[in-house]
């Protein structure tokens, strides 16, 4: 059995992220593979592509944004998502807080900030490109709040967040959630299923 290497690539400003985040641990307990949160900002990897956001790409276009409505909400009563919220704030500036997310990983607590931000962006409504809220949402969930917002700024936490968006492009990357099982690459919330057969296939190989 070859355990295979996956990768969750993601940004806080997607609620398809934040949805498949929820369902990612039942897919672990499932399988037995752990996936890798990779932190990227969605901004720079469409820049990047030349992509764009789907209320701006589909802005024009008659039932598709209703579509993309109605998906998320079969989505979310499939796996009993009650909790989820659409931001009112929405779209909001995540570089503060994907810098974070890196800052965090080099303070060791990673786990525990990557739940308080997804809640409070796709749960509580926060509006998390607002300092003062970024730091009391992350003392609240009893994190130094403080300190990240510090690091923030440190040479480091850019390069690494610029390093992962500018890999997850040149591995094939246009959006988020994208995940990899070792080279293979899948798109989007719905791609799940594909994601958790893929690991099933390379575990037995």
Request: with cysteine.
């Amino acid at each position: 059995m070859r355990t295979p290497v996956v990768q969750f690539h993601f940004d806080f400003g997607s609620p398809n992220s934040y949805l498949a985040h929820k369902v990612i641990p039942a897919i672990e307990q499932r399988t037995g593979v752990k996936f890798e949160y990779v932190p990227i900002l969605l901004g720079g990897l469409f820049r990047l592509t030349g992509n764009r956001s789907p209320a701006e790409a589909f802005a024009g276009i008659t039932n598709k944004l209703e579509y993309g409505r109605l998906e998320i909400k079969r989505f979310v009563e499939k796996h009993g998502l009650s909790a989820y919220r659409y931001n009112p704030n929405f779209p909001v500036n995540t570089l503060q807080i994907m810098r974070g997310a890196v800052a965090a990983r080099l303070d060791g607590c990673f786990e525990p900030y990557v739940e308080a931000v997804f809640a409070a962006m796709w749960e509580q409504e926060q509006k998390m490109d607002d300092p003062a809220v970024i730091e009391q949402v992350l003392r609240d969930a009893g994190l130094a709040g403080g300190r990240i917002l510090e690091r923030i700024n440190e040479p480091l936490v850019k390069e690494t967040l610029l390093k992962n968006t500018q890999q997850s492009f040149e591995r094939g990357a246009f959006g988020s959630p994208t995940f990899f099982v070792n080279d293979e690459i899948y798109f989007g919330k719905d791609s799940l299923r594909d994601v958790e057969e893929e690991i099933e296939r390379c575990k037995a190989s």
